[in-house]
């Protein structure tokens, strides 16, 4: 592994990059996506339409990662753009339901106090369920960043680049050293990234929460 890593730190460097910026990127989509589509759902915006969404967000879920990438490929290509969609795709699932999940979990007492002392419904989400139901969703934020780093491996399969080229690399050319290096920097990738986001629920949950708990 450390031979491999004296030769091929461009190459490294390159992957590990290109791993991020897929993260990065289709995180993003995928949080504000997921929050929009979770608020319509858990506020009661078509009813019908929101269960159609979430039997489909769960197909997807339980659809192993490089079907969704497959798909993905079938409709747009080889590249980056497919595997930001398929990872947005696969990534989703976690975020919606734990919005929804939060949404809903918040006890009606709190909602008609809120109305009494004449909060309008925007004021009753921003000020009152959305502070109420962040734990539950930064959750669902942190399952779907340790899923996105782990499914982005396997983005390397569509050209969509990143640690999974070398981890593949190394497959093809029996270089345990290179699948070593891939798969552990994927690894450490992942703790990073559910520590920072562990760190950015601590300043976003309530601290009465957090007590509370």
Partial sequence: MISYIAGHGEQIWIAFSSHITLFLSSMAISIILGLLLGIFIATGGGKGFGRSLLTILGASQATPSIAVVAFSFLFVGIGKAPAILALVIYC????????????????????????????????????????????????????????????????????????????????????????????????ILALVVDFIFASVEKKVVPKGLSQGR
Avoid: C, H
């Avoid at 989703?92 to 339901?97: H, W």
């Avoid at 939060?102 to 419904?121: K, Y």
């Avoid at 139901?133 to 899923?147: D, F, N």
């Fill in 92 to 187: 989703l699932v976690p975020v919606v339901f734990n919005v929804v999940s939060g949404l809903l979990g918040v006890p009606g007492e709190v909602v008609e106090a809120a109305r009494g002392i004449g909060m309008t419904r925007g004021q009753i989400l921003l000020k009152v369920k959305l502070p109420l139901a962040s734990e539950v969703i930064m959750s669902g934020v942190r399952s779907a960043a340790t899923i996105n780093i782990g499914t982005a491996t396997v983005a390397a399969v569509i050209g969509g680049g990143g640690l999974g080229d070398i981890i593949f690399t190394g497959l093809k050319m029996q270089n345990n050293g290179a699948i070593l290096v891939g798969a552990g920097l994927s690894a």
